[in-house]
């Protein structure tokens, strides 16, 4: 159970920190505007991707599966951040 | 969802539960207090210092003059006057005495509704300790944080008790089966569940905001600003007024008049804080806060520079932020402070049914693991569990009540008052955790437990006419019920108490709940 805690703990916050950028570098909205929706979805995106994480029978699973969500949305940021 | 994620999930769920549930019932606990933290303040306070008259005239010149000849005000420490507002009569100013250059006190004045100085308020700060035991459980540097995390794991758990339970969510919205044991708990937990479920993940978002907001801060700051933290608060709305010190010593004059010029420039408003910076200095300025009450979630703000009179900035809209606008509407809905009593009751009565759903779910998972074999069955890890939930979660309770009781019958003037009343809090929850940690008839004790919290909760109510009756009844005839409120939540949660103790703590002779290594089947029923 602690693995998939942590699984869900670490990548979660990554994928919502991820995320939420992605959407901050694609949507054309005002500043202050664009932090309060990213604010109302992040933490949410978090406790989601835990509960996630929590429904794989193993950690192994869940690992692989979250990193795999993770990946392609880093790569994205990777390139929005390149192209700002 | 298939049986096996279903399965994962719902082990999970109970896992998470369990390892949150006594931090959470003492958050949910003493939040639910809290949403009376005013009242409570009132309560302690203000039959010591009943006053016979009403002012409308609050001059702050003529006090900033008496508390300066009085005091050595840090100039470079804070400044904060809490206004007397309709609901309640009398003010509060914070500041830092500066004793010597290394020594600094912070002192707590009690002002009458016309501003002069009637007491001191530094030992009575019960409705205080609630709340700061609410969002950190006074734990230095690091308790935001543990809260924080701790709520998150709460919204993981009602999101996946959600996902559990959906499929049955409508079809048995009000399933209460009153007559098994396991069925009873199961069908509270999920009723009380589901009825409060937008309260829940409303408490569980704001709650996340304000302890884990600065993760995504440091995160934005970071990616999106390179590094610059004011570019982010820039964005943010954060306003610096700050004016650098220029050491020319200047009095404090004048406020009177910025404060009636704030009145007229922001038009509908509540100013209910004051606060001045640099006080002392020519670079002095002055800042009027406080909420449009005919708006939900609208606050003002006007900071002037004393000397000149000059505007330093002015808002009229949460900060003329999207951001600010929003998290004000978060704070507004977290502390229920939109609708006068009639939400902060709701909220108080969602809030001790979530202690209630934290409590069945513990009592289910105590159930499930009694019924397991005797082979399968980990006596060490049932007792950490049964000493949680009976003297983690009624010792909370109790602690509470006995922290009312010291409240009302310590002298306000003794020093050290509430370091004492915090030491007996902590004390009575450490003892009752291994008073229960030592106890075999778990079921029994947890009945005498919340029959004697019941009992303790409803002494204060009595102490209150004997102690500061005369005080009380000043302030009924002004129309100030701080104490009847205060009064009624300790006599509802006093016969929560007994009722909890009466119906689901219900004691057979024939029952032994501890399960040692020969444990025998007799254990079974809890």
């Known amino acids: 159970m602690w693995s998939r805690t942590f699984a869900g703990l670490i990548i979660g916050l990554l994928l919502s920190v991820s995320l939420v950028l992605n959407l901050n570098l694609l949507l054309p909205i005002k500043e202050d505007t664009m932090l309060l929706i990213g604010l109302l979805l992040a933490f949410p995106l978090w406790a989601g991707v835990q509960v996630w994480g929590y429904s794989f029978a193993n950690a192994k699973k869940a690992w692989l599966k979250l990193t795999m969500v993770l990946i392609p949305s880093v790569l994205i940021n990777a390139a929005l951040l390149s192209l700002r | ?526």
Request: with cysteine; glycine share 8%; charged share 15%.
């Open chain 2, 1 to 526: 969802m298939n049986k096996d994620s279903l399965k994962a999930l719902t082990n999970a769920h109970a896992w998470v539960g369990l390892v949150i549930s006594t931090i959470l019932f003492i958050i949910f606990f003493a939040g639910s207090i809290s949403l009376f933290r005013d009242d409570i303040n009132a309560w302690e306070l203000n039959p010591h210092f009943a006053v016979h008259e009403q002012s409308d005239k609050f001059s702050f010149d003529s006090l900033i003059n008496e508390v300066a000849q009085e005091y050595n005000i840090n100039t470079h420490g804070y400044f904060i006057l809490s206004m007397p507002t309709a609901e309640q009569p009398l003010a509060n100013l914070y500041f830092e005495e500066k004793i010597s250059e290394e020594e600094h006190v912070d002192q707590h004045l009690i002002l009458a509704p016309n501003g002069k100085v009637i007491g001191k308020g530094n030992g009575s700060r019960w409705g205080d300790f609630l709340y700061e035991l609410h969002y950190d459980l006074h734990i230095p540097e690091v308790g935001l944080y543990f809260v924080g995390i701790v709520t998150l794991f709460f919204f993981v758990a009602l999101l996946s008790g959600v996902v559990i339970h959906w499929r049955k969510i409508i079809s048995k919205f009000f399933q209460y089966r009153k007559d098994g044991n396991k069925d009873k708990l199961l069908d509270a937990h999920n009723l009380i569940g589901v009825m409060g479920l937008p309260f829940h993940i409303m408490y569980a978002f704001s709650g996340l905001v304000f302890n884990l907001l600065i993760i995504y801060q440091i995160s934005y700051a970071v990616v999106l600003y390179g590094g610059d933290q004011n570019e982010l608060f820039k964005a943010a709305g954060v306003v610096d007024v700050h004016l650098d010190e220029t050491k020319i010593v200047m009095p404090v004059q004048g406020i009177d008049n910025l404060f009636l010029t704030a009145k007229a420039s922001l038009g509908e408003v509540t100013i209910d804080r004051v606060s001045i910076d640099h006080f002392g200095d020519e670079s002095a300025s002055v800042t009027f806060r406080g909420a449009d009450k005919s708006q939900f979630s609208t606050r003002k703000e006007a900071t002037y520079h004393i000397a000149s009179g000059r505007v330093l900035y002015l808002t009229k809209d949460n900060f003329d932020n999207d951001l600010r606008g929003g998290l004000s509407v978060i704070s507004s809905l977290h502390f229920g402070d939109f609708s006068g009593y009639l939400i902060r009751v709701l909220f108080f009565i969602l809030g001790i049914g979530t202690c209630y759903i934290i409590l069945t779910g513990n009592l289910m998972w105590i159930q499930k693991k009694v019924n397991l074999r005797v082979e399968k069955q980990n006596p060490i890890g049932l007792k950490v569990v049964y000493a949680i939930t009976t003297g983690g979660f009624i010792g909370t309770i109790f602690a509470s009540a006995v922290g009312f009781v010291f409240a009302r019958i310590i002298p306000i003037d003794f020093v050290g008052r509430s370091d004492v009343i915090g030491y007996l809090f902590f004390g009575c929850l450490f003892t009752a955790i291994v008073v229960s940690l030592n106890i075999k008839a778990q079921k029994q004790f947890a009945a005498t437990f919340l029959r004697i919290t019941a009992v303790t909760l409803s002494i204060t109510p009595i102490l209150d006419w004997f102690v500061v009756s005369q005080g009380i009844k000043v302030m009924l005839s002004f129309g100030y019920y701080h104490v009847i409120v205060v009064e009624i939540m300790l006599i509802s949660l006093a016969l929560f108490c007994w009722l909890i103790a009466s119906r689901l703590f219900v004691y057979k002779r024939s029952e032994e709940i501890i399960p040692e290594s020969h444990v025998s089947i007799q254990t079974q029923n809890l």
